[in-house]
């Protein structure tokens, strides 16, 4: 079983909901979802794209998933994930926007946000005490040779390529789309998702996912806000 840090909107907001429609899962109750009637994309069509995102559900990683390491608690992780979340200030990005990610598509800040960059940052520094080394195989599912000298390093330092100054934040929507639907999927995506891209993403909280079983699906553990309890909005 394994856990990770991510962001990912509450469970009422409008994306979280697009999203588990485009996706098919619902990240926070694990359920399955019927999935959308988009003109010119079919149904087995979307369900093939998204079989890789469906597993992880929308979110956007700021800790990579870990297995905890042999001395380390749920508990401990829970209470130190909560007391990191109220030290850090809520903050929005101004807009999200569907983009082309290396073959895939996903959704990605309209412009650089340095706030969520140092978030990640923070977060896979402040709890890279509570992952378990990477396995041989693990290692080598990463595919180290094709990384490059920074990422390399980033993957034996932290365990995960992806971090620091190679991080990018993103949300993913699907999977390695061939050239033939690349047009067609994007087409469709973006008709599905701009009405609820408009205004700014409120970052507000961050996630705890976890595995259901080696190789299972994730879901939202927990959520955790950010800021003073003093200082957050009441609803």
């Known amino acids: 079983m394994r856990y990770a840090i991510c962001f990912t909107p509450s469970a009422s907001d409008p994306l979280t909901l697009v999203a588990a429609n485009w996706l098919g899962r619902n990240i926070y109750s694990g359920e399955m979802v019927d999935p959308p009637a988009i003109r010119g994309l079919g149904i087995h069509e979307i369900a093939f794209y998204t ?9 956007g990683v700021l800790k990579a998933p870990f297995r905890l390491a042999e001395e380390m608690s749920e508990a401990s992780l829970l209470r130190d994930l909560m007391r990191f979340s109220g030290s850090v200030a809520p903050f929005e990005i101004p807009q999200l926007e569907v983009a082309r990610l290396d073959g895939a598509f996903g ?12 978030l990640a940052a923070s977060l896979v520094q402040a709890f890279d005490v509570y992952r378990a080394p990477l396995t041989e195989a693990e290692i080598e599912r990463i595919d180290p040779d094709g990384l490059s000298a920074t990422q390399f390093a980033n993957l034996h330092r932290w365990g995960h390529p992806h971090v620091m100054d190679e991080f990018r934040f993103q949300m993913m929507l699907t999977g390695t789309v ?24 409120a970052i507000s909280n961050i996630a705890l996912l976890m595995e259901d079983g080696a190789g299972g699906p994730f879901r939202v ?15």
């Open 178 to 201: 061939g050239p033939a639907d690349t047009q067609r999927i994007e087409k469709g995506l973006r008709s599905f998702f701009e009405p609820v891209l408009a205004g700014p993403i």
């Open 51 to 59: 079989a890789v995102p469906r597993r992880y559900g929308f979110m």
């Open 221 to 235: 553990h927990s959520l955790h806000p950010m800021g003073k309890v003093s200082a957050r909005k009441i609803a």
């Open 107 to 118: 959704l990605v800040s309209s412009t650089p946000s340095q706030q969520m960059h140092f």
